[in-house]
């Protein structure tokens, strides 16, 4: 079975561009999480879908983030205009639906670097 | 606000040694507790989680970790580190309020000497 997959592996842009990330979640999987790792810090928790809604995007830094799920399948993860600040690594989780203790499973992570 | 604390950003052990990695967590009612593992160029790995009953967890790899109410803590432990241990290593929360969503420690960067 396929795990999360996630593209590209790493991004290199300059700051103003605009950079998409995609996650392929674990097929049957109607949880989707992103998390991002500021350089330093902890992972920090981005937004939820459930299938293709938006569970809890309380994590989302700004508005010029912009995550959807279509079909609820896969998703994908936009900034635009990119900023030095969001260079970090972008990581999806998937997770089956049922009660929260059910294991999340997480991709290799995205490496976006803004320069 | 809810949080997690891995005091130690880097450790070095020597191969065959024990190690303990601390984990702290700000009070919560019913805290799910998790260790990841990050090898390089990998995704984070679960090592183990904690949800309820016996406090002493076991997990892949030789792992386990200890869940302790009265101390906030859920420290993770090896007897005896491989060096193919070296990683870094994450400790994580669930408060279950968002259905799933987790909160992480800064990590721990594990070196092992040869």
């Known amino acids: 079975e396929a795990g999360v997959t996630q593209f590209p592996s790493h991004s290199v842009i300059e700051k103003g561009q605009t950079v998409t990330l995609r996650c392929d979640p674990i097929?049957?999987?109607?949880?989707l999480y992103w998390y991002r790792r500021v350089m330093g810090k902890e992972i920090k928790f981005l937004l939820h879908?459930?299938?293709?809604?938006?569970?809890?995007e309380s994590g989302m830094p700004n508005n010029r983030f912009l995550a959807e799920r279509t079909g609820g399948t896969y998703s994908t993860l936009k900034v635009q205009p990119a900023e030095l600040e969001d260079s970090g690594v972008y990581f999806c989780?998937?997770?089956?639906?049922?009660?929260?203790?059910?294991?999340?499973?997480f991709g290799q992570g995205t490496r976006l670097t803004v320069v | 606000a809810q949080s997690v604390t891995q005091p130690d950003i880097h450790i070095t052990v020597s191969e065959g040694a024990s190690l303990e990695l601390r984990c702290n967590y700000s009070?919560?009612?019913?805290?799910?507790l998790f260790w990841y593992v990050q090898s390089p160029g990998q995704g984070l790995q679960l090592l183990l989680k904690?949800?309820?009953?016996?406090?002493l967890v076991q997990g892949i790899k030789g792992f386990e970790a200890e869940f302790k109410r009265s101390q906030s803590s859920f420290n993770l432990r090896k007897p005896s580190v491989h060096w193919s241990d070296a990683a870094e290593y994450f400790c994580?929360?669930?408060?279950?309020?968002?259905?799933?969503?987790?909160?992480f420690g800064k990590g721990t960067k594990l070196s092992v000497k040869p």
């Open positions: 904690y949800f309820s009953g016996d406090t």
């Open positions: 097929s049957g999987h109607d949880n």
């Open positions: 009070y919560g009612a019913t805290p799910y």
């Open positions: 879908f459930v299938k293709e809604s938006k569970q809890d």
């Open positions: 989780a998937s997770r089956v639906t049922g009660s929260r203790n059910t294991e999340a499973f």
């Open positions: 994580a929360v669930n408060y279950g309020g968002s259905q799933g969503n987790l909160i």
